[in-house]
């Protein structure tokens, strides 16, 4: 039996409320106890860039790739 237009409207709005009433406070909570991206500034490091794990590949490697 198919939905009317305003059983989908509700069943909507209560989709949206409970993301915003679960979901985006957890996600606030995740974001205030660590920093997921790491942006906070250590002055430690001698520098922030991170290498690739599989290392550099050759010349011969890129050209081959271009063409």
Known sequence: MPRSRGTERLLHAGLAA???AVVTPAG???RAVR???RRA???DRAS???RP???RPGRRAAERADG
Do not use: I, K, S, T
Request: some cysteine.
């Open 18 to 20: 409970l993301y915003f």
């Open 28 to 30: 606030l909570c995740v």
């Open 35 to 37: 920093d997921p991206l």
């Open 41 to 43: 500034w250590d002055g």
């Open 48 to 50: 922030y860039l991170d």
């Open 53 to 55: 794990a599989g290392g």
